[in-house]
């Protein structure tokens, strides 16, 4: 049995127990779903995973769980134990989110999920060169700006903009020459310190308990020369108490940084 097929069963395993749980209060899809978002707010990734994962076996159109089936993949890629299982985790999860924008091409969380997820694909270790990097950002970048087309209160697809821009203020110059070439990448490059600043308070306002909103927009006020209030940002952030694993991965950034 190879690795992958190790996943599939044990997920196999949590979602009939989930589908279990769930009969028992009822067996509409609704109620599938409502139960694995709670599960998704109280932390248990697991739980919240075989839940989507059981809503979709429900109903195979529902775009709804499909996202949420990637999100969660994508936080349970964060807890693997080793790289090559992240990296079977970030595929299933691109899997899901790509299924769902074959099911509705303008479901704006299945573009900012499928963003968030083909940036983790290529920072995981996929070796393919400074050049293949670039293209895959420039390709979530895509999908998150047609988010936030969609939805303008899509908090992390404005997160996911304000944090790239960022990164691109950091990028050598060569690099940057380089990447300009690249579609989309001239509307990062043209975004200055500034006018990141309302893409990362916009997305902490909309979703005010992410750590990792919180961390993006710390960074943002401390390259816009902000470092009162970027301070401020990281002291919510340290003094938290984490949930998720992106949030524990937000917390360590901020310890590591500041």
Not at 17 to 30: C, K, L, P, Q, Y
Not at 130 to 139: D, N, V
Not at 180 to 209: F, H, M, W
Request: glycine share 4%; with cysteine; aromatic share 4%.
């Amino acid at each position: 049995m190879t690795r992958r097929d190790q996943e599939e069963a044990k997920l196999d395993a949590f979602t009939r127990i989930a589908a279990a749980e769930f009969a028992a209060e009822g067996t509409s899809i609704d109620r599938l779903l409502e139960q694995a978002r709670i599960r998704s707010c109280t932390g248990d990734v697991l739980g919240a995973l075989t839940g989507y994962r059981a809503a979709v076996l429900r109903d195979p159109t529902s775009v709804v769980a499909r996202v949420g089936m990637a999100l969660e993949l994508l936080e349970y890629s964060l807890v693997a134990p080793t790289s090559e299982l992240r990296l079977l985790r970030l595929d299933s999860a691109f899997e899901q989110a790509t299924s769902a924008l074959a099911i509705d091409p303008r479901a704006a969380r299945a573009h900012s999920a499928l963003a968030r997820i083909v940036a983790e694909r290529s920072r995981a270790g996929r070796r393919e060169g400074r050049g293949a990097a670039m293209q895959a950002i420039a390709e979530a970048l895509a999908h998150a700006r047609r988010a936030v087309d969609l939805d303008p209160n899509d908090a992390d697809a404005l997160e996911f903009i304000a944090a790239r821009a960022i990164e691109w203020q950091r990028v050598g110059r060569v690099a940057r020459a380089v990447a300009r070439l690249l579609p989309g990448a001239s509307e990062v490059d043209a975004l200055s310190p500034r006018e990141i600043l309302p893409y990362a308070s916009r997305a902490v306002s909309l979703q005010r308990e992410s750590l990792l909103h919180r961390l993006t927009l710390a960074r943002a006020q401390r390259l816009a020369g902000d470092r009162g209030a970027a301070r401020a940002q990281l002291d919510v952030i340290l003094r938290a108490e984490p949930v998720r694993p992106s949030d524990v991965a937000a917390q360590q950034a901020a310890e590591r940084e500041w």
